[in-house]
Every structure is written in C-alpha cells, then in structure tokens.
C-alpha cells in the first residue's frame, strides 16, 4: 500500500484520503503501480469526456481533457519534456547538457515541441473513431507511466544528486516484471493483437531512447522519463488512430 501511495505522489498531485509522507526509500518499488496510476488518470478524464461530450465537438472536449491531465499531473512530465529538449538542443556535452536541464528557463526549441507534442496529441484524440476513442482516453496516460518502468530499470542516474537517483536504476526486478505484466494485459485487453503490436513497439522505443541519453548524457533523469513519457503518449495516439482511423482502412 505504502509503494502504491508513493508512486500516487509522485505521479500526481491529487490528494488521498489516506495521509502518509513519502518516503524516498520506497521510490524503486512503487514502479509496479506506476501502469496502475496512469490506468486510474485515463479512468479520470474518461469520466471529464462523458460529462464534456454532450456539450462541446471533440476538439475542444480533448483541448480540455488534455488540459486537465496537465493540472492533475502538476504539468512535471511536460516540464520535464521541455528541459530535456532544451538540453538536447543547446548542449555540447553531457555536463553541459545537464546543467541546461536544470535551469528554469525554457528556450525557443522547447516552446516549438511542446505546441507539437500538444497539437499531435490534441488532433488524434479528436479524430479517433467514438468506438475507440473511449479506450485511447483510458489507455494513453497509462501507456506513458508504463513506459518510464523499462528506461528506469535499464539506466542509471547521470548526477551526484536528484530526485531521480532514488529511481532510475533502483527498480526492482520483480517490481520491473510485474508493471511490465500489467502492461501487456492491460494494452491486450483494450485493443487484443493489435494493442500488443503497439505495445512491442513502443518499448522497442523506450530502450533505444535510453540508449541514446546514455550517449548523450550518461544516463537519464527524471526529466528525461518525463520526456519518454509524454513522447510515448503522442506517438501511441499516432498509431492507435493509424491501426483505427474512420476510413476503415486499417
């Protein structure tokens, strides 16, 4: 319970009833409820899309659903996908990059992906066909929390210090496997081979996103599973339209 509750705080800023303070210590096995966590956000904005859909066109229903999972997340993994491409963009180095990361500013680089990164995600949710729009709603935020699991348990932390450096490399096998499990039942389940087509290759992604952060700076940081995130978001609303789009021609 107490792993559950730290991956909730750390995922979300929505209060609990139950009151207990988050412990760093329990930070690598709360990956197990990560999946479960975005899994009960897309739950959240399905609920915000049936009380929206009656009175307003898909565009701005997902304008406001994808707002509102902004401010239930606290904005962190966009602003972590931000830092990670302002990072990316202006740095020479690791050490360069790094440090770029963590100033508070945003540059030009970062404004133009993130309006992109919101644009592709805002046009494929408006677009889905209704017989599957429902379960992109609950799959998305769930699809982007799993994908963190496999570049957490396969890096490491490039800095002395860091909220991240209690997660990033700290999972644990079993607590690794078993979000990973969910995963796969949970994608099977909404969306049967073709969500397992999907799901394959979005983690094929995350590891080759790992790999170059690892060359790139050395690791990753709690930006940068932000950043994978947010991007695994995108690119599975991109797919799940291409596999469903209304022309039946998938």
Same mark, same amino acid.
């Given at each position: ?122 046009? #494929? ?5 209704? #017989? ?101 978001? #995108? ?16």
């Amino acid at each position: 319970m107490k792993s559950f509750l730290t991956a909730w705080h750390f995922l979300t800023i929505i209060p609990l009833p139950v009151k207990t303070p988050f412990e760093m210590e329990r930070m690598g096995a709360s990956a197990l409820y990560f999946p479960l966590v975005g899994l009960a956000l897309g739950g959240l904005l399905l609920l915000a899309d049936g009380v929206f859909s009656p009175f307003f066109p898909k565009t701005m229903s997902s304008l406001f659903l994808l707002l509102i999972l902004a401010l239930l997340t606290g904005g962190i993994h966009l602003d972590g996908f931000a830092d990670t491409v302002d990072g990316l963009a202006g740095g020479g180095t690791p050490e360069e990059r790094l440090r770029i990361m963590r100033d508070g500013r945003i540059g030009s680089a970062a404004v133009v992906a993130l309006f992109f990164l919101l644009a592709v995600k805002l046009l #494929a949710l408006s677009n889905l066909p209704d #017989a599957v729009r429902w379960k992109g709603l609950l799959a998305f935020p769930f699809i982007g929390r799993s994908m963190m699991i496999p570049a957490a348990y396969f890096s490491e932390y490039p800095r002395d210090s860091g909220l991240g450096k209690a997660f990033i490399g700290k999972v644990p096998l079993q607590a690794g496997a078993g979000a990973f499990a969910f995963f796969v039942f949970g994608i099977f389940f909404l969306f049967q081979y073709k969500g397992l087509m999907i799901g394959m290759g979005l983690t094929a992604v995350s590891i080759l996103f790992v790999r170059r952060m690892v060359r790139k700076m050395g690791g990753i940081t709690g930006d940068c599973l932000g950043a994978l995130g947010e991007g695994a978001e #995108a690119l599975f609303l991109i797919l799940l339209y291409s596999f469903y789009r209304p022309d039946g021609a998938a």
